[in-house]
């Protein structure tokens, strides 16, 4: 079955360091990846996507992802965080492969210390 | 722009009602909705998916009859919890997706509290 692996369930970072969640995927030729944020009690907001072309793609907030499918990969990067990028984030996958659906993974939860 | 609400964002039931949630994409016509539920510190679960029109398809475990899904509009769809228990307690989540571009607009989620 499809899947979506997110490694880390926590991981906690000093403000102003760098970060990076990982996420990796099982299965699709050509996957449609997402990287959602999710504030407690808040609805998810897209960070960014990849479809196709350019492998690093830039989001809102500073963020970005490079996609690499030899490794089924779409890790989410930023260069200095702030305190107020401490939520949850999630990484979806879809596309045809995936039913037209989106596939979550369990989520990693970014706490920043001061 | 892509804006999705829902309503109520909390609601408090006693077991054995029923609840209706509504989405709704406020500026732009959402050709598929879907339904999620999200369990405190887990992913979200797809419940069900609905085209404006058509009859919804549940994910396999999902109670069709217990969650009842009217997609009515392009852009207003219901999610109906009957006769609610407090396990049904939940946070639901609803997304909209227009054409095929695997993209999904969030809601902001509704509090479900069944006592």
């Known amino acids: 079955a499809q899947s979506v692996t997110q490694p880390d369930i926590h991981i906690t970072v000093s403000e102003g360091a760098s970060l990076e969640l990982r996420c990796n995927y099982s299965?699709?030729?050509?996957?449609?990846l997402f990287w959602y944020v999710q504030s407690p009690g808040q609805g998810l907001q897209l960070l960014l996507k990849?479809?196709?072309?350019?492998?690093l793609v830039q989001g809102i907030k500073g963020f970005e992802a490079e996609f690499k499918r030899s490794q089924s990969s779409f890790n989410l990067r930023k260069p200095s965080v702030h305190w107020s990028d401490a939520a949850e984030y999630f990484c979806?996958?879809?596309?045809?492969?995936?039913?037209?659906?989106?596939?979550f993974g369990a989520g990693t939860i970014l706490r920043v210390k001061s | 722009g892509a804006v999705v609400s829902q309503h109520p964002s909390w609601v408090i039931c006693k077991s054995g009602t029923s609840v209706k949630i509504e989405c709704r994409s406020l500026?732009?016509?959402?050709?598929?909705m879907f339904w999620y539920r999200q369990f405190p510190k887990q992913s979200l679960m797809l419940m069900a998916t609905?085209?404006?029109?058509?009859?919804?398809?549940?994910e396999q475990g999902v109670e069709k009859d217990k969650f009842l899904i009217n997609h009515a509009s392009l852009t207003l769809s219901t999610l109906t919890v009957t006769s609610a228990h407090p396990e049904d307690s939940s946070f639901y989540i609803c997304?909209?997706?227009?054409?095929?571009?695997?993209?999904?607009?969030f809601g902001p989620g509704t509090r479900l509290t069944v006592t």
């Open positions: 609905s085209n404006e029109g058509s009859k919804a398809t549940y």
């Open positions: 997304s909209a997706g227009v054409g095929t571009s695997y993209e999904q607009y």
């Open positions: 990849y479809f196709s072309g350019d492998t």
């Open positions: 500026d732009f016509q959402a050709t598929t």
């Open positions: 299965y699709g030729a050509t996957p449609y």
């Open positions: 979806a996958v879809g596309g045809m492969e995936y039913g037209n659906k989106l596939v």
